[in-house]
Every structure is written in structure tokens, then in C-alpha cells.
């Protein structure tokens, strides 16, 4: 089964702000809700070939995945696939200026196998669930936290 789910919402800070907060893994256990942990596995800054090892809680399973940044355009873009993973997986971070504000967009992409295979049509919904819950974590943080 394919997935293919856009979630995006409008955050009141600059789209400079948000990016840079949003493409750092050491922000991501504070606004990517399922996430158990988070651990870099290149050193340096992030960019083209940086590793990321998540651990997360979906679906009532624990997952253990690896993804890849493939491409890192800040603050417009980030793109990245699993390397890792129960199924492969692309995730793209989108950040436009509008109208004053930001406008990020998560895209998550992929071919599921096993367990979640048959989950069917459940996972693209739940997939858009949990992007929707860390997008607004995303947006309560940085309108409120970080000012």
C-alpha cells in the first residue's frame, strides 16, 4: 500500500526561525510527538548525508528507524528517506513566507510491508494524524516558547 500524505499549517515567525528549529534533530523529541529518542549518527553540521536514528511509538509499536537527509536547501527544504526502516519511507519539509507569516509543509511518502500493509487505509490516516499533532506542537512552540 502507498502512502501519501501533505499536512501544513501557518506559523506567526519568520520562516528563518521556524526552519532552523524545525531541520535540527536535536529540537526533534520536542515537536515530533511519537518520538522516544533521538540520536545523530555523522557528526558535523546537518546537511546532504547527515544520519538520524529515531525511536518512536505508532500505531502501538515501538519503531527503530534511520533516515537520511538527501537534500538540505535551508530555509526552504529539507528531504529525508529511510535508510532504515520497517517500510521506506520519504519525509519533505516545506517552509514558504506568506503573507507574514510561515507556512510549513510536511510531506511523508512511502511503501508499506507487513504489519502495516495491513493496516491499510488506518496508516495514511494515521500518518496524517500524527504529522497534523506535530505541526501544531511546531506552531505552539515557536508562537509561544521561543519568543
Known amino acids: 500500500m502507498s502512502v501519501d500524505v501533505t499536512v501544513e499549517t501557518r506559523i506567526a515567525r519568520h520562516r528563518d526561525e521556524v526552519a532552523r528549529f524545525a ?3 536535536a529540537n526533534d523529541t520536542r515537536w515530533i510527538l511519537a518520538l522516544d ?8 553540521d ?3 548525508g547527515t544520519r ?18 538527501v537534500e538540505f536547501a535551508p530555509p526552504e527544504r529539507l528531504v529525508m528517506r529511510s535508510v532504515k526502516a520497517p517500510f521506506p519511507m ?10 507574514g507569516t510561515t507556512v510549513a509543509r510536511i510531506r511523508t511518502t512511502g511503501e508499506t510491508g507487513g504489519f502495516y500493509a495491513v493496516a491499510g487505509p488506518l ?3 494515521a500518518v496524517k494524524r500524527g ?14 516558547e521561543l519568543r
Open 131 to 144: 504529522v497534523k499533532r506535530d505541526l501544531e506542537a511546531l506552531k505552539r512552540i515557536m508562537e509561544a
Open 52 to 69: 538520524v536514528e529515531r525511536v518512536a511509538s505508532f500505531l502501538g509499536k515501538r519503531i527503530e528507524y534511520v533516515n537520511e537527509v
Open 46 to 48: 546537518v546537511d546532504t
Open 90 to 99: 520519504t519525509v519533505t519539509y516545506e517552509f514558504f513566507e506568506e503573507g
Open 23 to 25: 531541520m535540527d534533530p
Open 123 to 125: 496508516l495514511s490516516q
Open 37 to 44: 529518542s533521538v540520536r545523530r549518527l555523522t557528526d558535523g
